[in-house]
């Protein structure tokens, strides 16, 4: 490795220029599988029973759309795996698109990534946090001022953690996993306690003749609900280059994860729906207190605490893996040089890391709760047609390539098209919402024209770039990434 280093005139050595900094190989099986329990599903689980329940109306259909969403978003995780074992680069969904259908496409998926998923979604889950942690506190719903206050400084103080203590952040990954199980298995012990009782008062009519009219329209945006619930494994993909065998590890882990996953997920809508009536599931966004205060209201305290910790063990994981996304698009020349470099000494994106997060405190305070979850699955059900387009394609072109691990065909193509089909059924039952989220989309087509494709800019507007650059890199003491 190779530094240049200049002297201030304080004296202090400033590193102006490293060559060929690396990302280290530090996530094994077990941080893979920490990582995904943690980040998928997200803490949707303590929010989306709520919206999934509102379009079925049926605790039948509920159940069976919770059990769909999961077999359909590990079909397409492990599609991600198998690209994300061709090219075990950072970047993910982005790397891959980039690499099979070329530039504009790969710019288009790092631009709606960054803009409508992975800060929506930092802003989503510290939200979340901030509200579970506040609510036993006050005992009452805080206010939006309050909640955005808190969840603000608990964006930034994680932010500042994956830039300093990367390893010291996987390690205790494993331990916030915990957090999130030991919190469901609290609520699942519950509903079974209940259910030994005899209750099953609210279990008795799964299938009402309201779920019999059930809408197409109202379906499909239960069962676009019910994929966001599971999403957020995506950050996998943008970890591989640090994952030390991506192709054990990243498949194995899919396994596990998605197996315990799928199961705590109906067992604890199942526990929803044998504590609480359909008339207390429809009014409240946070569904786990209210649970509790049926059940047993001196463990309500407890499982805040354990959500809240969930929230950010959610949070920290989603910040090591989307980060990388902006730090491959800035390599590849699709972002500033600046976000493609690592801090000399703790080899950590922290350009890329920062940006991310300013824009994500501007959602934060400017979003709400619905927006942040429609944007999110909008572009995430884009982003798995895309990537699993790309698979398909080099299965046809490429079938000796390299493929470390290779996800069944025939679930391939099924998945490709209930993506598609979902998207479609959307967008005629809420244009207005979801064809916002492409609109916004589409906007990276004027950004691609003149950012990127437009190469004969005036010279003074390069030379400033250039100066801006040396002086962030000499002040956050920034190397080039090999």
């Known amino acids: 490795?190779?530094?240049?280093?200049?002297?201030?005139?304080?004296?202090?050595?400033?590193?102006?220029?490293?060559?060929?900094?690396?990302?280290?190989?530090?996530?094994?099986?077990?941080?893979?599988?920490?990582?995904?329990?943690?980040?998928?599903?997200?803490?949707?689980?303590?929010i989306t029973p709520t919206a999934i329940f509102q379009y079925t109306e049926s605790v039948g259909l509920s159940l069976l759309i919770w059990c769909i969403g999961g077999l359909i978003n590990t079909g397409v995780c492990l599609c991600f795996t198998e690209m994300g074992t061709i090219y075990p680069k950072a970047g993910g969904g982005y790397a891959y698109v980039l690499k099979v259908f070329g530039d504009l496409p790969g710019f288009m998926i790092m631009y709606g990534?960054?803009?409508?998923?992975?800060?929506?979604?930092?802003?989503?889950?510290?939200?979340?946090?901030?509200?579970?942690?506040?609510?036993?506190?006050?005992g009452c719903r805080p206010s939006e001022a309050a909640v955005k206050l808190l969840a603000s400084w608990i964006?930034?103080?994680?932010?500042?953690?994956?830039?300093?203590?990367?390893?010291?952040?996987?390690?205790?990954?494993?331990?916030?996993?915990?957090?999130?199980?030991?919190?469901?298995?609290?609520?699942?012990?519950?509903?079974?306690?209940?259910?030994?009782?005899?209750?099953?008062?609210?279990?008795?009519?799964?299938?009402?003749?309201?779920?019999?009219?059930?809408?197409l329209g109202n379906l499909g945006m239960a069962m676009f609900f019910s994929i966001f619930t599971y999403g957020g494994w995506q950050v996998l993909g943008s970890l591989m280059e640090e994952v030390r065998d991506p192709g054990k590890d990243a498949p194995r882990s899919v396994y596990l994860s998605f197996a315990v996953i799928i199961l705590k997920y109906i067992l604890t809508n199942l526990a929803y729906f044998i504590?609480?009536?359909?008339?207390?599931?429809?009014?409240?966004?946070?569904?786990?207190?209210?649970?509790?205060?049926?059940?047993?209201?001196?463990?309500?305290?407890?499982?805040?605490?354990?959500?809240?910790?969930?929230?950010?063990?959610v949070l920290n994981a989603s910040i090591?893996?989307?980060?990388?996304?902006?730090?491959?698009?800035?390599?590849?020349?699709?972002?500033?040089?600046?976000?493609?470099?690592?801090?000399?000494?703790?080899?950590?994106?922290?350009?890329?890391?920062?940006?991310?997060?300013?824009?994500?405190?501007?959602?934060?305070?400017?979003?709400?709760?619905?927006?942040?979850?429609e944007f999110i699955q909008v572009f995430s059900t884009i982003l798995s047609i895309f990537v699993i387009s790309a698979q398909l394609y080099l299965r046809k072109t490429q079938p000796d390539i390299n493929r470390?691990?290779?996800?069944?065909?025939?679930?391939?193509?099924?998945?490709?098209?209930?993506?598609?089909?979902?998207?479609?059924?959307?967008?005629?039952?809420?244009?207005?919402?979801?064809?916002l989220g492409i609109v916004v989309w589409f906007t990276s087509l004027p950004v691609y024209a003149v950012f990127v494709k437009w190469t004969s800019k005036p010279k003074g507007f390069h030379k400033l770039m250039a100066k801006i650059t040396n002086s962030l890199q000499k002040?956050?003491?920034?190397?080039?990434?090999?």
Not at 342 to 363: D, K
């Open 320 to 373: 090591m893996g989307h980060s990388r996304i902006l730090f491959a698009g800035a390599r590849n020349g699709h972002a500033p040089m600046i976000l493609s470099t690592l801090h000399i000494r703790f080899l950590t994106p922290w350009a890329a890391i920062i940006v991310m997060s300013a824009w994500a405190l501007v959602m934060l305070v400017t979003g709400g709760l619905t927006t942040f979850m």
């Open 155 to 215: 964006l930034v103080t994680l932010v500042a953690l994956n830039c300093v203590y990367m390893k010291y952040v996987t390690k205790v990954q494993t331990f916030l996993s915990i957090t999130k199980i030991l919190a469901l298995l609290i609520i699942i012990t519950g509903g079974i306690v209940r259910l030994t009782q005899g209750e099953t008062e609210y279990l008795d009519n799964a299938f009402p003749s309201t779920a019999e009219s059930l809408k």
């Open 404 to 435: 470390p691990f290779k996800a069944n065909l025939v679930m391939a193509v099924t998945v490709l098209a209930v993506n598609v089909m979902l998207l479609i059924i959307c967008v005629i039952a809420a244009p207005s919402r979801i064809g």
């Open 1 to 46: 490795m190779e530094q240049d280093k200049s002297e201030s005139r304080s004296g202090v050595i400033v590193v102006t220029d490293v060559d060929h900094l690396q990302m280290k190989k530090s996530i094994s099986l077990l941080h893979c599988t920490a990582i995904l329990i943690s980040v998928t599903g997200h803490i949707s689980i303590f």
């Open 475 to 482: 002040a956050l003491v920034l190397g080039k990434s090999a």
């Open 113 to 138: 990534y960054i803009l409508m998923i992975c800060c929506p979604f930092w802003a989503f889950v510290a939200y979340i946090a901030s509200l579970y942690t506040l609510q036993p506190i006050l």
């Open 275 to 313: 504590v609480l009536s359909p008339q207390q599931i429809l009014q409240t966004d946070a569904i786990a207190v209210i649970f509790t205060d049926m059940l047993y209201p001196p463990m309500t305290p407890v499982i805040t605490i354990l959500v809240g910790v969930s929230c950010v063990g």
